[in-house]
């Protein structure tokens, strides 16, 4: 017997997603104590900037290299 998988039908972007997540973790790790928790959220809200700008990156078109046509 196989597990059914769950399918979600996405309404936003990754890239949308993505900021949405850091931008909200940032916030809340700011209205937080010193510890470990803060720390954990702002390197999850790291994680995703840069994850985000990794996407941006590998979906950006492609510009031809010098020397090709």
Known sequence: MTAKRNRRK???TL???LAAFAESARER???MPPGRERE???RRAKQ???TLNL????SAPVA???GQS
């Open 10 to 12: 996405q309404t936003q």
């Open 15 to 17: 890239q949308e997603r």
């Open 29 to 31: 790790a700011l209205s």
């Open 40 to 42: 954990m959220l702002l």
């Open 48 to 50: 995703n900037e840069v």
């Open 55 to 58: 996407t941006d990156w590998l």
């Open 64 to 66: 031809p290299r010098r």
